[in-house]
């Protein structure tokens, strides 16, 4: 699969959304997965837009959702201590 990160994931949500992250771009990490693993990604990521998040930005509105995923290196960066 190729990333566009306009491409409508399912509803009001994009690609980009899942893949977002202020701390990846303050770290400059690139948080997008490629290949097999980009498919599985937003595959899991459009099951939850369906059952979950679309229904509930059709019930609130505009509801942003802070991190759907996080690649290890981000993950590291995020959870470490000092």
Same mark, same amino acid.
């Given at each position: 699969m190729i990333y566009?990160? $306009?491409k409508v994931l399912h509803g009001s949500f994009r690609y980009y959304e899942v893949?977002?992250?202020a701390a990846a771009d303050r770290n400059e990490?690139? $948080?997008i997965p490629e290949g097999v693993e980009l498919d599985r990604i937003l595959s899991n990521a459009e099951q939850t837009a369906i059952h979950i998040l679309?229904?509930?930005r059709n019930e609130f509105?505009?509801?942003a959702i802070g991190?759907?995923?996080r690649c290890e290196e981000l993950e590291k960066v995020i959870t470490a201590t000092d």
């Open positions: 566009q990160p $306009n893949f977002k992250s990490i690139n $948080n679309q229904p509930t509105g505009l509801v991190s759907w995923y």
